[in-house]
């Protein structure tokens, strides 16, 4: 049997009053979800481990099996994997985004959604005025980039500017957590203001305000950490041998590569509403006919999500259920080799807080012959009353990859 896992990022929301208290998942029209709910089993799962900040590479992790103690070492590194950064035994990487500061408020944590040309241009011109022996900048997709510092200390608290949009900027700026770290906190934090002076007039930022556009006028690098010592999914599933990952996200390509995942890079795969999902689909189907196990990630859910932008979530998820599943469940249904599905998201980003929770996530899972349970839709309350009950750590890679025996 093969597997697919599809994962609407952020997809799982809270109840808004404007959409007759539902949450997002229960009021959008998602009759594929619905039917597999119906036609298979559905539960709920905790993604985010005890003491652990609710990132989507924190919970996607877990979606996969890992024991987040103990491989975790932050997006960083996950990042420079996917960018094809070979970090050192001594390097810290860090995710750095390109942002917006307006006055001393961090406007948004995406610089308006920048182009990956655009941004290209800019992180190019930071490690020629910034880069040295020690520092160096790398650039990523749109506006996620990385910070890698030779000999840098991770013991040091960083805010992700998603988490806060339209707050002050300087106290969130970055604090030591211990007296050796200091240097490290120093210097980010030089990195951080001298950005704002370089960027400030640049012409690209030119542009983007003559256009309307925010600029993208300074970094903030956050989860810092070394290289991670992770086993492949092979390991620990034996049936897996060989997989693959597609998403627009370079954190999620991260965890692919480490996860020993082939990485599928997709034409107009963007992460967000605009994402060519009949791409992801054409890929995912030609990646399941060669591959036993495929981790399509969406990430559009997500960033409507961060824009608290709630018809345009409601638009997301009815496009992965219309555009990805729909077409991926007809496709398979009859194939001679049968085809595990798992759908759920990573995380609730609900609107109302623009940014991620830590709350359990609905998900479902259906093959030919699974005994269905008494939930016939997909959506965080159903959920609730699902045969699987709240699953943690490993226990939902498990069931799904144990189809196989």
Not at 251 to 279: K, P, S
Request: hydrophobic share 35%.
């Amino acid at each position: 049997m093969k597997h697919i896992i599809i994962l609407g990022d952020g997809m799982a929301d809270w109840p808004e009053e404007s959409i007759q208290n539902k949450t997002l998942l229960q009021y959008s029209s998602t009759p594929n979800m619905d039917m597999l709910a119906k036609m298979g089993r559905v539960g709920r799962l905790v993604t985010v481990a005890s003491g652990f900040h609710p990132g989507s590479e924190v919970a996607n992790m877990s979606v996969m099996g890992y024991n987040l103690p103990k491989v975790y070492e932050g997006r960083g590194p996950l990042e420079a994997a996917s960018i094809g950064v070979e970090l050192g035994d001594d390097d810290m990487a860090m995710r750095c985004n390109i942002i917006c500061i307006e006055g001393e408020i961090l406007k948004n944590h995406s610089a308006g959604h920048i182009s990956t040309e655009e941004a290209d241009m800019l992180v190019k011109y930071l490690e020629e005025k910034l880069g040295n022996d020690i520092v160096h900048f790398y650039t990523g997709v749109q506006y996620r980039h990385l910070l890698v510092i030779k000999g840098g200390n991770k013991n040091i608290d960083c805010t992700p500017p998603h988490d806060v949009p339209l707050k002050p900027f300087r106290p969130l700026m970055v604090k030591a957590l211990t007296p050796d770290a200091q240097p490290t906190a120093d210097l980010i934090n030089y990195l951080i203001i001298k950005s704002q002076e370089l960027l400030a007039n640049h012409p690209i930022n030119l542009k983007r305000i003559a256009e309307g556009k925010d600029p993208a006028n300074s970094i903030w690098p956050w989860s810092p950490g070394y290289r991670p010592q992770m086993e492949e999914l092979s390991e620990k599933y034996p049936t897996i041998k060989s997989g693959s990952v597609i998403s627009a996200v370079d954190l999620i390509n991260g965890i692919g590569y480490y996860a020993g995942l082939r990485r599928i890079n997709v034409e107009g795969a963007t992460g967000l509403f605009d994402t060519n999902y009949e791409n992801k689909v054409k890929a995912a189907l030609e990646a399941l006919k060669k591959d036993d196990f495929v981790y399509l990630h969406i990430e559009a859910s997500d960033e409507a999500g961060h824009e608290g932008n709630l018809k345009l979530k409601q638009l997301t998820i009815e496009n992965l259920d219309k555009r990805a599943v729909g077409p991926i469940y007809n496709a398979v249904k009859d194939w001679d080799e049968p085809v595990a599905i798992a759908i759920l998201p990573d995380h609730p980003t609900p609107c109302k807080l623009r940014t991620h929770t830590d709350e359990p996530v609905p998900f479902l899972i259906y093959y030919p012959g699974i005994e269905p349970d008494e939930v016939e839709t997909f959506d965080e309350i159903a959920a609730v009353e699902g045969s699987y009950g709240v699953m943690k750590e490993d226990e939902f890679m498990n069931e799904f990859m144990s189809t196989d025996k």
